[in-house]
């Protein structure tokens, strides 16, 4: 089975490395009212990724929205171990990037945060395929089997 | 960043520890986004106050702050409680519940919060003025200040707001420069001989959040009479479906005018339309259903003002709720004394509906009444209510709402 790797170079928002499954959106997304922290299920109904799990996945869409209560619910995700591994943006907002800030400052969780790469992330990822998300550098690396590119 | 002399020696622990742990937090922050410095605040908001959002991992953070002996160095109001803090007992709230809210309450009094526990702190003793820099959490705070009043804060978050209210300061990014201040785009409301009322606002926030994301839209169309309220309603709108944080509506809006030359429509690089047919699509957008039965009325988010509160007492005069249907009417411990004083809390109570203070509908636990379906003149309420009321949700105005709750019904 052959494999298609893709590097794309960003900004690093959040340091550390990490990397999963990419579950990806091209909606924007509010943790709260959006994330269900104890269970790491996106609860919008709005949204097109209502009912995902969340947990250990990279998770990538365009920018963040709504609440302002948004960091602590990211916090209580990584309490829980409902916390995605990584995040991958258009644009990071404040707030997610905030709680990401926090989750290592209050709970030692290092959850990467990759934004404004070359290409609009949520276009060339494809949820599952597997992404390896470096916060250091700025770089994210994409890998899809040649089966799932049919 | 560049830190002056003292804000080195607050983030090295000089100041103790919970200001060392704010510094860092702010610092943190300041470096990402690229902030020069930090800018001292006159205010802070925060809502790392009702239990149900900020959970176990919020009562964590508030008690080790109040163990570390922290205390809030400018003025500092907190946002609304997870519940009723007066009448928590009779709305059902489980025990367990209540005793993880007191917690939090008795952490944040330790700090010298000032219990206002409302979303309208601009309302209630915490009233920006043009140009200061603020640190404040809460959307439908931060949108009012900027535009309303032209002070000066980005949409904080929970545990920075607090950081911010301990340290003084925020770092200097965002909304505290002017030319992130600027209109990006120009927003056209066109609903011809059609006056727009109550009911038009939140629905004209609700687009614009859809529309412009987190850029700073200029509106046109507003009549020069919009009132308090009603720029309170859609402002809250538009930073719930979108992240607006600040909007300009000239001859409204202190900065529209002051920056007029900056805002004129050629800097404006998109326009987009508001007319009678968006309203009416977005209104139909913010409902998940349109008719039947109503078993959940809802007002008040944000915060009922003193006037709203009197329509409705007028509307609900000599009517009765009713039986199986619930009217709940959201505000502060003020206006619910105001209105004991100008008999409005009488009729309100006749007719079966209650107030009620402190909390609301989205930060109370308002799934355990097993409502199904929720009606709401809110914007925000209607816009978040699905996820976290767990109900179906109608918009409607305050007139539709009465309606509904006295037949049980909306057609």
Known sequence: MREIKLT???????????????????????????LNPETGLIIDRRHELYGQQVRDKVLVFP??????????????????GNAPAAIVNVKTEPILASGALMAKI???????????????????????DYVMVNGDEGLIEVRRSRELYK | MHLTKQEERMLAGDFGESVQL?????????????????????SAHT?????????????????????????????TTLDPAGMDLQRWREFKIPETYAERQMRIVRAQEKLGGIPVWTCTPYLHGNTPLLGQHLGWSESSAVVFANSVMGARTNRLTAVVDMAAGIAGR???????????????????IETGSKKLTDIDYPAIGYFIGKQVDDKVPMLTGIPQDVSTDQLKNMGAAAAASGSVALYHIPGVTPEAEKLGKVLQR??????????????????EEMCTKRAGKVDFIAVGCPHYSIRELGKAAALLKGKKIRRGTEFWIYTTKHVKMLAEKMGYFDIIQSSGAQILTETCMLVSPTDIYGFETMMTNSGKCAHY???????????????????????????
């Open chain 2, 47 to 75: 809502v790392m106050t009702p239990y149900r959002d900020i959970m176990d991992a919020g009562v964590e953070i508030c008690e080790r702050f109040a163990e570390l002996g922290a205390k809030y160095s400018v003025p």
């Open chain 1, 106 to 128: 209050f709970y030692r969780k290092t959850m990467p945060i990759v934004e404004r790469l070359d290409r609009n992330p949520v276009e060339f990822i494809r949820t599952n």
């Open chain 1, 8 to 34: 794309v170079k960003g900004r690093g928002v959040i340091k550390g490395f990490a990397e999963g499954l990419a579950l990806v959106s091209r909606q924007n997304l509010s943790l709260w009212g959006g």
């Open chain 2, 22 to 42: 704010a510094m860092e937090i702010l610092t943190g922050v300041g470096d990402i986004y690229g902030a020069e410095e930090m800018t001292k605040i006159a």
């Open chain 2, 266 to 283: 050629d800097h404006c690089k998109e326009t987009v339309k508001l007319g009678l047919r968006e309203l009416r699509e977005t209104r």
């Open chain 2, 385 to 411: 209510a699905p996820a976290l009321c767990k109900t179906e949700v109608v918009y409607g105005s305050i007139e539709e709402c009465v309606e509904a709750a006295i037949k049980g019904f909306v057609q």
């Open chain 2, 170 to 188: 925020v770092p200097k990014f965002g909304l505290h420069l002017d030319e992130n201040r600027r209109a990006g785009v120009l927003v056209k």
């Open chain 1, 63 to 80: 920018y963040g929205k709504g609440s302002t209560t948004g960091a602590i619910v990211l916090l209580e995700a990584v309490k829980c």
